[in-house]
Every structure is written in structure tokens, then in C-alpha cells.
């Protein structure tokens, strides 16, 4: 019959037109961003100074905090659609799809967490586009990313009680009188006037003062369990570290961090937060075939959890160097040694 | 062995609003062309009303679990509608108007109310589509081809919607795009209609479009003509007889439909004995029949025939219990209780057709043509032993002189001969149905020869007829209906009253009887032929000098020198597909890698693996090589990852891949 014909061109028509249409549909780019952050309860970001969050990364993400993805379908060539972006971040899947891109493109925002320390990877994420009918399909070639990296909580441990019983025994590098200089930070109160870098402090919009190096300043080395028991006790570790980083570093300090077998952090990042920081991120390490020694400080911090014999040898050199050390340790096991100890719970903070 | 699971996947739920919106539509479209064609309202109406209530109970209550309660209630309203169905088919208890298109209409109202899956939902449309082939049957003019666009396009949208709910993307589409694809796609389906020829399919059988009734004949056989003469006042403008003295008044009124494979003769009574100018059948003997005759009972095919084709008639008006159709007729179908076929083999149903009334007739094409025919010889023998086809009855002599003179130089073959005496008629004498009562006492054949020398088809015919016995040739009168207005497009033809028509039939020795046409204006042999199947050509024939033909034609009077635009169009193929090759050869060779580069790239992943931990995507080869590996590696393997790692960077930076001996030479090393 010929009406059956009719029908069956158009429909025959449609597939083909179909064909055509996802041929033409081709050509879409998809992308991911971390659009902006939320700070969870705790967060250290509202704690750190305006400087110090202008050196670091743009959206900084620490544990703890709510992340807004940003999936995002670009089209070159005008108006497209429909797009699917798909792929996991951080083990969970995620999919965003529009029947229109337009020209200028199209985004459509998640958010994720509370996130957990570490880097947060998006793996398998492919981008999909084919004709309204779904008879045709094509699959752009998948894509894996670093989407950010979900630094450890700190926080000052310098008004701690039982910190400060501690203070005697290991020499605080604070900022001094030297003649080296090697930074610039706020101005504090007793700073001589003289040291006011009046250019810094223009473009800053606050007083900046010269740092010089201390007379005698000593590099704090901060050396990390190894094999941290579980997650937790790492993640704990991590935020010990990062404090205790903090703490040198607002003193004027430097800071080195360790783990045997692993790479220490680059000596001329010691004066960098937030290298620290990403350092402590990835911690721990996968032991390195060339096991690394450690590196050369004047003072040490261990954070352990359980004894560690590598971290033993290198104290006991720091403090043969006449070095000062002490140590923290995460959970219930005591040290057997004659260093300054301090114990610490999983629960944060401390 | 692992049991075979005959479950089909499970269908996911169809949420998508839009989707169900689609599949609705495509109902009411369906719908919509019953209320149209088939000329049903109230259970399509009803049934509409219904099923928008069941697409809102559906959406709304589409993730609960089907409950057994409903099950059961939705299984029963299934059976009543069945039964509904049998009552309509059977007893015409509702009318009895497209029962089959009722049922399916129901049965999409009734589903409506347990669509949840995307599965449900395509069974409620391809129902509509069932519904809408059965309104196709009743469809004769190009304005269904919009409700057809329009089921397509909801078959569109549906694919779309759900489609774009399961990407989980909100029901939006860029306009334009999807306005010129839907656009091209319709044209595309158009183009394809018109210039793609129509396969035509060897008929199995005729085709079956509704239930028989049962009333039963009534009485002995009588010969109800068709109503080229109103005599008896019998409503349906039967006769017995075709009177050449009265005519009855022919309007434009179509009669019936008939979709057709093959432009044809709608053949209804012959007649045998001609007396005083009256025509009727000398046998009144005849053999009853089921509604549905197959081809075992009835005459063997014509020898050489050239296939068959299906006739489907719909009647338009009350219609003498005859069975029209082209003949011979290979099987048929009528929905009537019983068929009676005549001495003649025409059918006859117990009843008057009436308006709606569909029947269904599958026709031999015989081979007859001018040269079939040359080969026959005379026959002086009637058919059937059946003197009635050569009693020239009260012919006078000097129409018997005139047949004598007309084919006195034709005489060679009985083909040549009468068509030497149709050809006589159509020529000398003019075709009016404006014509005067004979007068009393005058021979209507000699009226007509010798005195007004013009007539209508029965008037012709009658005189051939006779003329063709008076010379010893076997022949009879066939009434019925020509062609109609035929479209070549839509195989289809509406015959009106004003097709009424009457014609000879002309024993051949070889080939029966043959349909010859005296009248002017008609084919002299009216053989029915295959159409041109590409409907382009039939709309070219409107336009001059624009037949499928004319290019060949064109060609052919070029001679020799036609070959030169052949071979023009051959060049520039060949150049279009060398242009193609080359085109396509730069781009692949872009595409393919530097020598070494994939080999030396491979034997990197290789080493990786070997080494049991993959370079992370931001890292660089010589961060990995400096890197943690999961074990320490013996100084040789280390020594060759640091060569792969400069080799690799010397490539991907510098793009000095290595010769393949090179990476050769380094895989020998690693194994």
C-alpha cells in the first residue's frame, strides 16, 4: 500500500537525517573546574592572613569543606546539543547532560563533599554527543585529571599548655636580626620601623616588614610516620605536621618535611605553606626504591604513630648535630626514648 | 548446561512527561483518521477521552508496583473490548463500522491506564500505528499524508523526549537544527516516495479488512445490471437486462474506491442473448461458494500471464450484489456469508453492497497484446457449446454487408479482423449521451449504424457484438465500470457513476475471453497493464517532454555522439572519486604516527607494566623515572628505563622519535 511507503521513507528519513544531524553534532569539548569552595566547620581558612592566601593556590580546599564542580561543554562552532559529560570524581559518578549548548557554552555545577585529605582525582570522563533520536552516538575519548588537591587541617598548636612547657626545650626560629634577607611578612607590633618595606606595604594596603634571617636559625625538620596503621591516623598525622608547620613558619621558621623512603620536601619551598601543605596532601608516599636520606636540620619534629627505626637514627643524629627533637605521637604507644613526647588522639582538634 | 532465559531485559520506568505527551498524540493522530475516514465517532471519541485519563493515572502513579486488583479489572475491560469486537464483526451490533480499528482504539484505552515502562509505552504506539493502516484502507486522497507526517513526527518526538530524559537532560533541542532536520526529513521522505519505484509484491491472497455478515441469499439468481439502465425502481438501480432503448442518468458521485496494483476494467455482468434490444443471460445456473474462493476454484491462470495484483474495493453507494472486478479473477474475498459465481463467472453477493462495504479480489494480468493475439486462429466453435455467443439475432443484411465490408481487407487473422471493426467504430461513429429514444419499430443497431450514427458505450458495444457474429466470431456483452480516475501514485482509483460502462468480450482460441472496446475514446483493446510504478514518471507524463523517456530518447537520436556525455559523466565520477581517495590518503597519512613513535610508546606501557606501576598523567617521564616504584629494580632494567625515559622525552618534546631498529633493539633488551 502506498501509504505504507510514505511512512516507512519518513521513518527511514528520520534515521538518516539523524545520521546527518550527529555528524554535525560532533565537534563539543568538555571540561571540568573547580568553581568555588566551602569552608567546612574548622576550616583553617578563615584563620590564615590575606598574604598568605594570595600566594596560594586560587581555590585552596582543605578537608572538611564542600567543593563546587563546575561540568562544563564548550561548542566552537555555535549553537550544538544534545551533549552528555560523564565520569567519576573522587569514586563518585557524575553526569550532566543539556539538550542545547549554546554558543558560549554550557555549565551545569555540583557539589561535592565534605572531602576527605588527598587528591581528588575525575577518571573516565568522556564526553557524549549524537543526534535527538538517540540513534546515533558519538563518544569523545575519556580524559583523567587531577581536579584538585584537598589539603590537611592545621592549627596553631602554639597556645597549647602543654606546647608551651615544651618551648624551652627547642629553640623557636624566630625572625632576627641577621643580615641575609629572605622574606617579607605583616608588620607586628615591637617590629622596628626601620624595617618597614614602604613599597610592599603600598601595594598591599598594610604595613610589610623585612624578614632577615635569624642569627643562627636552624631549618625545622618534621619528620612523618611512614607507614601510617590506617587513614585516619595518617590524615591525623597530616594535620599534626601541617600545625606544627604553621607554627614555624608564623615564627619565621623553615620548615622541611620527611618520611623515610620517601622524597623530602624541596629545601627552597621550606618557607612555603603551601607546598607544605600539598607535600602533606599526598602523604603517605609509596616508599621509594632509592630510599632517600633524610635531610639536614637543625631541629626535628617526629609525628609518629607507631616507632619508626629510620626516624629514630635521624633524631638521634639531629641531636648529636646538637640539634634539639621531639615528638608527637598519634594513638597509645609510647616511645621508648628520652625525647620530649606528646600524644594525640584521632579526634581534631586536638 | 545454563538455563536459557526466554525473558526479554526488564524496561526502564518512562518518566519523561514529554515523552508520554508523544505517544499520546500519536493516538489521536491515529484517531483522528478513523473519525476522518472511516467516518466512526463515537467509540474513537470516547476512547480518546479515556485514554488522556489513563496517560495522567500512568505518569502520576508510574513507580508504584502494578497491583493484582488492576491487573485483573485491566484484563477484563481487555475482554470486553474483544467481546465488543466480535459483537461489531459478527452481529454489526454497533454498526459494524471498522470493528478492527474499534478494538485496537479500545485496547489503547484501556492500556493507557498501565503504562509505566518505555516498553508500554511503544506497544501503545505502534497500536496507533495499527490503527492508523486500518484508516489507510479507507484513505484516498493526499490529505492523509499529513496525518501520517504528523505520526511520524510524534514517533519523533517520543524517541527524542526519552531519549533526552535518559541522558537526564532537560526536553530542549537548538530550534533551528531540529526544525531543518525534521523539515529535510519530511522532504527527504517525499522525494523518496515520489522517485523510489513501489516494489510490486506477488499478492499471497486478497487482502482481509473486515468480517463477514451473515445475511443469507434470498431466492433464485437474478441479474442485477449496473445502472447504465433504471428501469425496475429497484433502489439499488438494478435490472435484469440492458435495454439499448433507455438510458438511465449518470452523475459524478463515486460508486466506489478501488486501491489497486494495475489500472483495470471493473468487469460486473456479461450478458448473451440479444432480442429486440434487450440484452439478458441465457444460463441462470450457478455454484454457491464461501465468502472467500480460493484459486483451486476457479479457472487455471491465463497461459503467459503476467502476474497478478490485488484489487481492494470500497463500496460509496448501495450497489447491485455484484462483484466488480478485473477478470479473470485468480481468488477473492468478500465479507458475506456466502458468494454465488454465475455461468459466467461473475460473483454475486446475497445482498446489495452497501456504502462502507470492502471486498477484496486478486486478478491474473493475461498477456494480451497485438502479437499474443496475431498467433490465435479463428474460432467458429462458441465456448461452452453455448450458441447464444453466436446468434446474430434480428441483425439486418445490410449490417451484415457493412461487417462484411468493413473487414474485407482484414481478414488475415480474427485479431486483425476485429480490430479492424473497432477500429471502423471508433472512427466513423461519434460517442454522446445525449441521445434520443429509438423509434418505435427501428432496430436500435441499425438506428445507430444507419441513422444517428452516434451512441453511448452500449450502443457500440451491442453493434460490435453482433456485427463479430454475423461473421462467425464468438463475442458477448460485459457491463461494469472502466478505470475511474486513476492515481498512479497512490494505486488507487474512484470510479464514479459516470464510469458505468459496457464492452465486447471476444472468445480467442488461445487466450478466452478478451475485453475489446468499440466506444471512442477508450483503448480498442482494453488490456489491463502494469502501471509505471515510478511515480515521478506518472506526474512527468503531466508535464511535456518530461517522461522517464525522454532522456534515453534524447540520447538515442545523438547516435554515435551519444557516447560523449556518457563519457563526460564517467569522468567526472572517476575524477570526484579520485579527488575522494586523495583527500582521504592526506588525512590518514597526517593521522599516522612517525615512524617508532607508536612502537617506542608501546614498549614504554610495556615497561610500566613490567614495572607495576603506571605513570600518572601529570607526571613526566623523568618524574616517573626518578620516581617510587613498587620494588627496586636490578641496575640493567634501570639502565633501560632511563634510555626509554630520554627516548621518550626526545620524542614527545623534541619529536626525534627513534628509528623502529632502535626500539627494536631496546624490547630485545627488556625480554
Known sequence: MAWLYLLAYWIVALIAVAFVYALWNRGLQGGLRVQSTESGPGSPMEDLPERVLAGGPSVPVFEGDRMQVELRIDSGHGTRGPARISGAIAATPLAAAAGVIPKQGWAEVRAMGPLRRGPVGAKDWVLESGDPLGLFRHRGPSFDSELALVLPRFKSLAERTQTRELEASLAAPRAGSGTEMFGVREYRPGDPLRRIHWRSSARHGELIVREFEPPGVQILGIFCDPSPATPEVADQIARVAASEAWDCLRGGGRVVLWAPGAEASRPDEARSLWALLEWLARYPYHPDVVRPLPPRVGDAIAVMSTPSIDIDDALQGIRQRGGSVRAWVVGETELDSDMPTHHAGLEWPL | MAPVRLRLPASPVESSLEGRAFVFS???????????????????????????????????????????????????????????????????????????????????????????????????????????????????????????????????????????????????????????????????????????????????????????????????????????????????????????????????????????????????????????????????????????????????????????????????????????????????????????????????????????????????????????????????????????????????????????????????????????????????????????????????IDWFLFDVKQGYCEQFATTEVMLLRSLGIPARLATGYSTGDYNPVLDQAVVRERDAHAWVEVWFANHGWVPVDPSPGFPALAATQFPNHWAAAGIARLIPHLTVGAPMAVLGSLGALAAIPVGVAIALLVTLLWAWARTRRRRTAAARATPGESELLRLYERVQRRLGRRRAPPETPLEYFHGRLPSPLPEGERELLGELTEAVNEGAYAGRWPEPSRVRELSKRLS
Not at chain 2, 510524534?154 to 523539515?183: D, I, Q
Not at chain 2, 445482498?351 to 493475439?373: C, F, H, K
Not at chain 2, 462458441?382 to 468493413?406: C, F, I, M
Open chain 2, 26 to 444: 500519536a493516538f489521536s493522530v491515529a484517531v483522528l483518521a478513523v473519525v476522518l475516514y472511516g467516518e466512526d465517532y463515537v467509540v474513537p471519541i470516547i476512547a480518546l477521552a479515556a485514554t488522556a485519563i489513563g496517560h495522567v493515572v500512568s505518569y502520576r502513579e508510574r513507580a508504584q508496583k502494578r497491583g493484582i486488583r488492576r491487573q485483573v479489572l485491566l484484563a477484563g475491560l481487555v475482554f470486553a473490548a474483544l467481546a465488543y469486537f466480535l459483537a461489531d464483526s459478527v452481529g454489526a451490533i454497533f454498526g459494524g463500522v471498522l470493528p478492527q480499528a474499534n478494538f485496537a482504539i479500545l485496547l489503547v484505552a484501556v492500556t493507557s491506564f498501565d503504562l509505566k515502562t518505555r516498553r508500554n509505552c511503544y506497544s501503545s504506539m505502534w497500536i496507533s500505528l495499527a490503527i492508523l493502516y486500518l484508516a489507510a484502507v479507507y484513505a484516498w486522497d493526499y490529505p492523509f499524508g499529513v496525518l501520517l507526517a504528523l505520526w511520524a513526527i510524534c514517533l519523533a518526538g517520543f524517541w527524542a523526549a526519552s531519549h533526552l530524559r535518559r541522558m537526564e537532560a532537560r526536553v530542549t533541542l537548538p530550534t533551528k537544527a531540529v526544525a531543518t532536520a525534521l523539515g529535510g526529513a519530511l522532504a527527504l521522505g517525499i522525494v523518496a516516495f515520489f522517485l523510489i519505484p513501489q516494489a510490486n509484491l506477488e499478492p499471497s491472497g486478497p487482502v482481509l479488512v473486515s468480517l463477514p455478515n451473515f445475511v443469507g441469499f434470498r431466492g433464485e439468481m437474478e441479474n442485477p445490471a449496473l445502472p447504465l439502465i433504471q428501469l425496475s425502481g429497484d433502489p439499488s438501480g438494478a435490472t435484469s437486462s440492458v435495454d439499448l432503448h433507455y438510458r438511465g442518468r449518470l452523475g459524478n458521485a463515486p460508486v466506489m474506491y478501488v486501491r489497486t496494483g494495475a489500472p483495470a476494467y471493473w468487469r460486473g455482468l456479461v450478458f448473451d442473448k440479444y432480442e429486440n434490444g434487450v440484452w439478458t443471460a441465457s444460463k441462470h445456473s450457478y455454484t454457491v461458494l464461501q465468502p472467500y474462493v480460493p484459486p483451486r476454484f476457479l479457472p487455471p491462470a491465463p497461459p503467459n500471464n503476467n502476474g497478478t495484483f490485488v484489487q481492494v474495493f470500497r463500496v460509496m453507494r448501495p450497489l447491485p450484489g455484484v462483484i466488480s472486478a478485473a477478470y479473470p479473477i485468480q481468488s477473492l474475498y468478500a465479507p458475506v456469508s456466502a458468494l454465488r459465481e454465475d455461468a459466467y463467472g461473475t460473483f454475486r453477493t446475497p445482498d446489495v453492497l452497501r456504502p462502507g462495504q470492502t471486498y477484496s479480489v486478486v486478478s491474473y494480468l493475461p498477456n494480451i497484446t497485438a502479437t499474443e493475439l496475431s498467433r490465435d486462429p479463428y474460432v467458429f466453435n462458441p465456448p461452452d457449446e453455448n450458441q447464444a455467443y453466436l446468434d446474430r439475432g434480428t441483425l439486418s443484411a445490410e449490417a451484415r454487408a457493412l461487417a462484411e465490408r468493413v473487414t474485407h481487407d482484414h481478414s488475415s487473422n480474427q485479431y486483425e479482423l476485429v480490430m479492424a471493426l473497432t477500429n471502423y467504430l471508433q472512427q466513423n461513429f461519434q460517442y454522446t449521451q445525449q441521445l434520443g429514444h429509438v423509434p418505435a419499430g427501428r432496430d436500435p
